[in-house]
Each structure stands twice: as structure tokens, then as C-alpha cells.
């Protein structure tokens, strides 16, 4: 057993965080208590950010290079999570593209609901099972998938069919392991951050600070035994699928 097990709070992974919510989240994630893994597709973004969370909070704070459409990354950087620091407690599919907003769904872009479908569902999902040996040895699994309303079928509309096929299949994965993983601990969610002041949301007029967007998020990856699982939420109340 790798010694750094039972210290803290436990060890979570953030995709895409080198900048905006996944940067926030791992964050607030370091400053909770836990072993932040800060991962992002270019390593030096990954440790340049690592090092600027770790110094702002003080806390552990380690740089991944992990490219989540490429599933060579994926099985190599969970190679290295399992040898160092051979633990996770937490996973946080927050690495997202938007590829096609406010294209329309009479006329896609077929090339870009496949860029979406590959990182947003793709990725996560593949990550997901990647590290799910290493999740079921945590005494609190956890695990985050920021999806979007965008993605809720419920309440669709039209454009961006990408983008919004993208987050529904991961609604649906977050219910097909929640089910699945609901008798060993597990908790999966899916969250919505809200319309965020990020390069992504802040160009369509945004202006929810990161702070709150990243809140909603963190509450899930931090929930205690007990809590829900298999829901999609925003700002911790839930909103349909
Ligand atoms: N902002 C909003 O209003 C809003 C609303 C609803 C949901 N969301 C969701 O929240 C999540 C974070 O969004 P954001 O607003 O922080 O977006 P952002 O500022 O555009 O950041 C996206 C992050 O994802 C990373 N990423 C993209 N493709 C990747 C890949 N293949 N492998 C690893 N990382 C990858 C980016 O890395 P690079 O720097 O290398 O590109 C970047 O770190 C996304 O899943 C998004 O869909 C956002």
C-alpha cells in the first residue's frame, strides 16, 4: 500500500484544469484538504497551473498530462495515477469542448458533433472505467461529470446538436454507473456549473463568476456517504435530465 494512503482528505483528478472551471475546482478541491491530480492535455499548462494553485492554497497540488480524446493518453496517465499515488478518491470529468454552438440541427456539422461526442462522452466516459479499479479501492468514491442544461432532454431545444448530444450521452452514462456502482459506495452525478464567465461562456455574455460555477461542483465531488447519486445538478439543486 503506497504510504500516502488515509492522509487528507483523499486524492481527486480534475480534467481540463488548467484554466477555467476545472482550474477553479481544483482549487477549491486543494484548499478542502484534498490531493489535487490537476490535469490538463499540454503538461506544461498542467504544471504551470499546478504550481499557481498549489502556491495560492498551500496545498498538494500535482501536475497529469492527460489528453482526453486520445485514449493512448488516457491509459497512460491513469497508469501513472496507479503507481503514484496509487489512490483516488475522487474523479472530475470537467475537460469539455463546444464545438458547434448555434449550429443548426437541420444542417450539422457531422465533423464537430464527432469532436464534441469524442471529449465530452468519449473521454469521460473511457477515464471513467480507465481508473474505476483504483476508485473501488476509496472507501468514498466519487464522481463528477460536468455536464450542462444544454444536455438535458427534457427541456431541449434546438442548435448546437454536438455540444447537446455530447452532454445528454454523459447524463446517461452518470445514470448507467450510478446504477450500477449504487451497492459499492459509489456517488456519480452529473453537474451543470450554470452559464459561467469562462473562454467558453463568458464570449455568449456569461457572467457567473467561476467561483460559483465551480461551487456546485465541488459540493458533488465532496458530498458525504449518504448522499445523492445518479442526479444532475446545478448549484446543488436538481434539474432535469
Ligand atoms: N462556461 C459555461 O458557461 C459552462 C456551462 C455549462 C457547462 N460547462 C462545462 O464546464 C466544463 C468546463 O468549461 P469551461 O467553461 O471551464 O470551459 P473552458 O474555459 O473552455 O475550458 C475547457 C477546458 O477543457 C480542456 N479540454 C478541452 N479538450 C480537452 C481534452 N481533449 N483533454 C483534456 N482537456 C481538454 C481545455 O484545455 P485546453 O486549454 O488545452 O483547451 C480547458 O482546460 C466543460 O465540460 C463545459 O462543457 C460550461
New binding site residues.
Given amino acids: 500500500m503506497n504510504e500516502d494512503k488515509g492522509k487528507g482528505k483523499g486524492v481527486a483528478l480534475v ?8 482550474k477553479e475546482v481544483a482549487r477549491q478541491l486543494a484548499l478542502a484538504g484534498y490531493e489535487v491530480l490537476l490535469s ?3 503538461g506544461e ?1 498542467a504544471s504551470a497551473a499546478a504550481r499557481e494553485v498549489a502556491d495560492a492554497t498551500g496545498g498538494a497540488v500535482r501536475a497529469l498530462e ?4 486520445d485514449p493512448g493518453s488516457i491509459e497512460l496517465a491513469a497508469r501513472r495515477v496507479r503507481e503514484d499515488p496509487g489512490r483516488l478518491d475522487v474523479l472530475v470529468n ?5 464545438t458547434d454552438f448555434g449550429v443548426s440541427g437541420t444542417a450539422p456539422d457531422f465533423g464537430a458533433v464527432q469532436r464534441a461526442l469524442d ?2 462522452f468519449f ?1 469521460a466516459y473511457r477515464l471513467t472505467i480507465e481508473l474505476l479499479g483504483l476508485l473501488r479501492e476509496s472507501e468514498r468514491p466519487r464522481v463528477v461529470n ?1 455536464s ?1 442544461g444544454m444536455g438535458g432532454v427534457a427541456e431541449m431545444g434546438g442548435w448546437s446538436p454536438g455540444y447537446r448530444v455530447s452532454k445528454a450521452a454523459m447524463n446517461a452514462m452518470t445514470r448507467i454507473l450510478s446504477t450500477e456502482l449504487a451497492g459499492e459506495g459509489f456517488l456519480v452525478n452529473s453537474g ?5 464567465n ?4 463568458g464570449p455568449m455574455g ?1 457572467q457567473k463568476p467561476v467561483e460559483e460555477g465551480a461551487a456546485g461542483i465541488v459540493w458533488l465531488a465532496t458530498l458525504p456517504d449518504g448522499g445523492p447519486t445518479g442526479g444532475f445538478f446545478r448549484d446543488g439543486t436538481p434539474v432535469a435530465f
Fill in positions: 480534467t481540463g484544469a488548467n484554466r477555467g472551471i476545472g490538463a492535455r499540454d499548462k492527460l489528453d482526453v480524446a470537467n475537460a469539455g469542448v463546444g471529449t465530452n473521454g460536468v450542462s451543470c456549473p450554470g452559464f459561467v469562462t473562454d467558453m461562456g456569461a
